[in-house]
């Protein structure tokens, strides 16, 4: 079935990196755009990243602007998120999730991962 | 950015009511307005996409509407299984965003 499964996250001091990884499997990873989406505790859902199917287009949220890289491995079926400059405001759980198409901003997330907890603390 | 304002916050209702969430964007969206639902703990699930399309696998009871900059989610008769967080969210420009969430709670 089709499945994304996030790794990577845990705790990090402030300032520090983390990448996150997100293994995708049950449908063919690279003729679909991709995203990050993340979660602070107790609040709503703030949209991260997305890339194309090949990589070549990458849009970010205002948020995470010149400190997070998003990217893609096509031939081991793998979204990455590399996260700089970590700040307390980024501790959140990170979800990975599928557009159903390979590139159309329009489009909603139809499966999403069970995700990965990323907490930035001293 | 465009912004999302879900009404209301938090609802309380019993199995068998029919319940309506409303998410209202601040600038024209056409259809590109999809609905999630959220339980604790787990990853949000889609229900509804361009504003009234449901998602495969998604029961019938849950149906949307609207086009423009005001839409609704409908559950025609609650489910035990129904009490959650729904989010609503635009598609129709970069960045992505959502409402705010209702939460739905047992009366």
């Known amino acids: 079935q089709v499945q994304l499964v996030e790794s990577g996250g845990g705790v990090v001091q402030p300032g520090r990196s983390l990448r996150l990884s997100c293994a995708a499997s049950g449908f063919t990873f690279s003729s679909n755009a991709m995203h990050w989406v993340r979660q602070a505790p107790g609040k709503g859902l703030e949209w991260v990243a997305v890339?194309?199917?090949?990589?070549?287009?990458?849009y970010y949220g205002d948020s995470v602007k010149g400190r997070f890289t998003i990217s893609r491995d096509n031939s081991n079926n793998t979204l990455y998120l590399q996260m700089n400059s970590l700040g307390p405001e980024d501790t959140a759980v990170y979800y990975c999730?599928?557009?159903?198409?390979?590139?159309?901003?329009?489009?909603?997330?139809?499966?999403w991962g069970q995700g990965t907890m990323v907490t930035v603390s001293s | 950015d465009i912004q999302m304002t879900q009404s209301p916050s938090s609802l309380s209702a019993s199995v068998g009511d029919r319940v309506t969430f409303t998410c209202r964007t601040s600038?024209?969206?056409?259809?590109?307005l999809n609905w999630y639902q959220q339980k604790p703990g787990k990853a949000p699930k889609l229900l509804i996409y361009t504003a009234s399309s449901l998602q495969s696998g998604v029961p019938s009871r849950f149906s949307g509407s609207g086009s423009g900059t005001d839409f609704t989610l409908t559950i025609s008769s609650l489910q035990p299984e129904d009490f959650a967080t729904y989010y609503c969210q635009q598609s129709y420009s970069i960045p992505v965003t959502f409402g705010q969430g209702t939460k739905l709670e047992i009366k």
């Open positions: 890339i194309s199917y090949d990589g070549s287009n990458k």
């Open positions: 999730a599928k557009s159903p198409r390979g590139w159309s901003i329009k489009d909603p997330f139809d499966i």
């Open positions: 600038q024209s969206i056409s259809t590109y």
